[in-house]
Antibody, heavy 121, light 110 residues
Framework: QMHLVESGGGVVQPGTSLRLSCAAS????????MHWVRQAPGKGLEWVAV????????YYADSVKGRFTTSRDNSKKILFLQLNSLRAEDTAVYYC??????????????WGQGTLVTVSS | QSALTQPPSASGSPGQSVTISCTGT?????????VSWYQQIPGTAPKLMIY???KRPSGVPDRFSGSKSGNTASLTVSGLQAEDEADYYC??????????FGGGTKLTVL
């Protein structure tokens, strides 16, 4: 059974940093690209970032470029998202999601349960 | 990158068919077959229903189907059931290493 479990969310002040983790199990982690997707309270989904299966390429949405960094540890099957210079508009549930194995841009086949990040003074 | 355009709401009676549209541009939906659809029940994570425009993952009922014409993709739910009531989101590759979502459609089963 495939599982993705996010952690690391919390309440932080504007301008501070946070690191999210996504622990993977039940599949060969280093065979798949991984994405981060967020959802502000009561709002729609927003793609945040992607990392290639081997970590060789990483791309970001314009809204987070230069502030967020994704990385992965394939030996431990963990995906990370480093959030720096946080703003109120970054408040959201952050999901990690796996690509379907038929192209990294071909959607998100499996999702974690999400972790809530609240940026507030 | 602008979001894809979806109607905010759609509805149908049990047994009927409903189609939800997702309109993009020639830079995203119109140029790539990387269109996917997600079902989200409030308070839970999204679930992949359709990918690559028309493909259905294992376990998704064949009542769900996808299509695309020009810059508009569509999700059709046939034989509506009460359990289909949820929010639905489309997503497309938009070129230049970027993905874009639609604003979401709330499907109500009357």
């Amino acid at each position: 059974q495939m599982h993705l479990v996010e952690s690391g969310g919390g309440v932080v002040q504007p301008g501070t940093s946070l690191r999210l983790s996504c622990a993977a199990s039940g599949f060969t982690f280093d065979n798949y690209g991984m994405h981060w997707v967020r959802q502000a309270p009561g709002k729609g989904l927003e793609w945040v970032a992607v990392i290639w299966h081997d970590g060789s390429n990483k791309y970001y949405a314009d809204s987070v470029k230069g502030r967020f960094t994704t990385s992965r540890d394939n030996s431990k099957k963990i995906l990370f998202l480093q959030l720096n210079s946080l703003r109120a508009e970054d408040t959201a549930v952050y999901y990690c999601a796996r690509d379907p194995g038929e192209g990294i841009w071909n959607g998100f086949s499996h999702w974690g349960q999400g972790t809530l990040v609240t940026v507030s003074s | 990158q602008s979001a894809l355009t979806q109607p905010p709401s759609a509805s149908g009676s049990p047994g009927q068919s409903v189609t939800i549209s997702c309109t993009g541009t020639s830079d995203d939906v119109g140029s790539f077959n990387y269109v996917s659809w997600y079902q989200q029940i409030p308070g839970t994570a999204p679930k992949l229903m359709i990918y690559e425009v028309t493909k259905r993952p294992s376990g998704v009922p064949d009542r769900f189907s996808g299509s695309k014409s020009g810059n508009t993709a569509s999700l059709t739910v046939s034989g509506l059931q009460a359990e289909d009531e949820a929010d639905y989101y489309c997503n497309s590759y938009a070129g230049r290493n970027n993905l874009v979502f639609g604003g979401g459609t709330k499907l109500t089963v009357l």
